[in-house]
């Protein structure tokens, strides 16, 4: 029974870190934010689900990771907003 509830935990966090990830690491851009979020989302797992079968490693964390890894490219390349004048 603990491996069901641990399972179920597990699944859980996985789909909120795959949700809230592209968010969050396109929060700075201007135009085009709902395209970068399907892009960043489609690249993470096209780029976990790879990585998963050439290393034989779990696909679920493997994709987390891999979402995590380009969200974070994409947060250090992402536009600035411009800062209001004070």
Sequence with gaps: MWTSVAACGTSRFDGLLKVIVPALATHRTRRGRLAACYALGAGGYALGLWASAVF???????TVWAMAALAIVVFALGSRREQPAR
Aim: glycine share 14%; charged share 15%; aromatic share 0%.
């Design 56 to 62: 034989d490693l779990p696909s679920g964390a493997v």
